[in-house]
T-cell receptor, first 113, second 116 residues
Framework: GEQVEQLPSILRVQEGSSASINCSYE??????FPWYKQEPGENPKLIID?????ERKQIQELIVLLDKKAKRFSLHITDTQPGDSAMYFC????????????FGAGTRLKVIA | GALVYQYPRRTICKSGTSMRMECQAV??????VAWYRQSPQKTFELIAL?????????EQNFTQEKFPISHPNLSFSSMTVLNAYLEDRGLYLC????????????FGEGSRLIVV
């Protein structure tokens, strides 16, 4: 299968706390996992990604974790700010076939001041 | 850096008419271009993947007859939505991948189709 499941669909957190979004994938050949942030009316923008040769990657307040055995990966935003409020999409891709991206359904994050 | 420009950003078209959108890669050679659609309240559906020197591969539920794509060189691709109806409305995104290895897709700003 090629589905990517993303949860939760809606996430509300207090400013300064952490937010976590979880994704799972089916295709064991997947080896690249990007995360996109989409503001209203805008295109999705790549914010962080992780490849299958890593288990953890951090860019400032963004942390991504990858568990290949469980076929799960997650995004953690530490010290959330109102500007982090947006839609977040995970995706999985592989070098096999045509590098097709399969996206999760998205998570609407609302950071409450 | 790698940039992808899409044009037009927004189109309002009458039901049954067609809309053409363009995708331009700047700063890199787009060996593969993927066209996605984000319908209202939905995630991104892959319409087709176009790789230079290969046939364009359409996903299930999308056809060349409805969404003809042109990818004549390493910096440009276009897609037309023929006979657009309400169910075709949404944000159409072009994602381009370069020759530098890896499979990072760089997305354009999107072309929003509104059908009236």
């Amino acid at each position: 299968g090629e589905q990517v499941e993303q949860l939760p669909s809606i996430l509300r957190v207090q400013e300064g706390s952490s937010a976590s979004i979880n994704c799972s994938y089916e295709d064991s050949a997947s080896n690249y996992f990007p995360w996109y942030k989409q503001e209203p009316g805008e295109n999705p923008k790549l914010i962080i990604d992780i490849r299958s040769n890593m288990e953890r990657k951090q860019i400032q307040e963004l942390i991504v974790l990858l568990d290949k055995k469980a076929k799960r990966f997650s995004l953690h935003i530490t010290d959330t700010q109102p500007g982090d409020s947006a839609m977040y999409f995970c995706a999985a891709s592989s070098y096999t076939g045509n590098y097709k991206y399969v996206f999760g359904a998205g998570t609407r994050l609302k950071v409450i001041a | 850096g790698a940039l992808v420009y899409q044009y037009p950003r927004r189109t309002i078209c009458k039901s049954g008419t067609s809309m053409r959108m363009e995708c331009q890669a700047v700063g890199f050679q787009a060996t593969s271009v993927a066209w996605y659609r984000q319908s209202p309240q939905k995630t991104f559906e892959l319409i087709a993947l176009s790789t230079v020197n290969s046939a364009i591969k359409y996903e299930q539920n999308f056809t060349q007859e409805k969404f003809p794509i042109s990818h004549p060189n390493l910096s440009f691709s276009s897609m037309t939505v023929l006979n657009a109806y309400l169910e075709d409305r949404g944000l159409y995104l072009c994602g381009a991948r370069g020759t530098g290895g890896g499979n990072t897709l760089y997305f354009g700003e999107g072309s929003r189709l509104i059908v009236v």
